[in-house]
Antibody, heavy 118, light 112 residues
Framework: QVQLVESGGGVVQPGGSLRLSCAASGFTFSSYGMHWVRQAPGKGLEWVAF????????YYADSVKGRFTISRDNSKNTLYLQMNSLRAEDTAVYYC???????????WGQGTLVTVSS | QSALTQPASVSGSPGQSITISCTGT?????????VSWYQQHPGKAPKLMIYDVSNRPSGVSNRFSGSKSGNTASLTISGLQAEDEADYYC????????????FGGGTKLTVL
């Protein structure tokens, strides 16, 4: 069955950096696009970034453009999110989600919490 | 402020039916049949319930159904059960220049 396991979250100071990972299994990772979606404490879902199956195209929400970088290693079945210049408003649970035809998110990981605080 | 508008809360008694609306624009909900719905229990990851407006993934109860009219999509849950109590989010692909996928603000369903 499809499994997505995020890691790398933690507490970081404003202006700092963090790299999240998402280990995928149970499907052919190299054939599917992948997303990062976040949820601030007590708030709704916010799409963050998307990468095509082969890494050829990447898309970002305006709120993270220029600060976050999505990438993938298909040989390791792993998705990444490099987060730089972190702000308090980036505090959230970050979920990786498998893409379905650039249409919907059919499987989600359990999430990893990122807290930006001094 | 979310791109798609949902009611903050809805409620119903066991066995009843409820409907959650999701209003967008011609650039998202009204422009594509790419509306999906997600259920999220407290502390858990979202779960896909409906995709492409009205399709149910394998394993999702047929008590859940979706529809769309113009710029408004709807999720209907019939025969409410206690385990349906959760947050529900709609989502749509969008042709907006600033976003590619948008979510609604979420609706808290309370089963009385």
């Amino acid at each position: 069955q499809v499994q997505l396991v995020e890691s790398g979250g933690g507490v970081v100071q404003p202006g700092g950096s963090l790299r999240l990972s998402c280990a995928a299994s149970g499907f052919t990772f190299s054939s599917y696009g992948m997303h990062w979606v976040r949820q601030a404490p007590g708030k709704g879902l916010e799409w963050v970034a998307f990468i095509r199956y082969d890494g050829s195209n990447k898309y970002y929400a305006d709120s993270v453009k220029g600060r976050f970088t999505i990438s993938r290693d298909n040989s390791k079945n792993t998705l990444y999110l490099q987060m730089n210049s972190l702000r308090a408003e980036d505090t959230a649970v970050y979920y990786c989600a498998k893409d379905a035809r650039m249409d919907y998110f059919d499987y989600w990981g359990q999430g990893t919490l990122v807290t930006v605080s001094s | 402020q979310s791109a798609l508008t949902q009611p903050a809360s809805v409620s119903g008694s066991p066995g009843q039916s409820i409907t959650i609306s999701c209003t967008g624009t011609s650039s998202d909900v009204g422009g594509y049949n790419y509306v999906s719905w997600y259920q999220q229990h407290p502390g858990k990851a979202p779960k896909l319930m409906i995709y492409d407006v009205s399709n149910r993934p394998s394993g999702v109860s047929n008590r859940f159904s979706g529809s769309k009219s113009g710029n408004t999509a709807s999720l209907t849950i019939s025969g409410l059960q206690a385990e349906d109590e959760a947050d529900y989010y709609c989502s749509s692909y969008t042709s907006s220049s600033t976003l590619n996928w948008v979510f609604g603000g979420g609706t808290k369903l309370t089963v009385l």
